[in-house]
């Protein structure tokens, strides 16, 4: 009895080690789509929101309650253009806007679609 205990335990433990912190990707999405059009990279209006792209790259717990963030967009616009940025920010499990959202374009593309 002690064994099977003991063999639930270690299983559950990395499952419940892992915090993955507050769902803040709006923020950070927002944040991002604003630097895109400041830098004159691309037109908000132009992108395509149902072909977004959201992946939650890491999250660590900083102190109770903070977290940093890194979440990876790809978005799409009409003309066909893919645009890959990558932002880091700070949340909490209160507010999701408490600090600056760093963004960098690591890639931009033109997709061409073969028949």
Request: contains cysteine; aromatic residues 8%; neutral net charge.
């Amino acid at each position: 009895m002690k064994k099977l205990s003991l063999l639930i335990l270690l299983i559950l433990c990395p499952i419940l080690s892992f915090a993955k912190g507050p769902d803040c990707h709006n923020h950070a999405l927002n944040k991002a789509k604003e630097w895109l059009k400041s830098s004159n990279i691309v037109e908000i209006e132009n992108l395509n929101q149902s072909k977004l792209r959201i992946t939650l790259l890491a999250s660590e717990q900083k102190s109770k309650g903070l977290y940093t963030q890194i979440y990876h967009f790809v978005l799409y616009d009409n003309q066909n253009k893919s645009y890959e940025v990558i932002t880091k920010n700070e949340d909490s499990d209160k507010e999701c806007s408490i600090g600056n959202v760093d963004s960098y374009l690591v890639a931009k593309r033109q997709i061409d679609y073969f028949d």
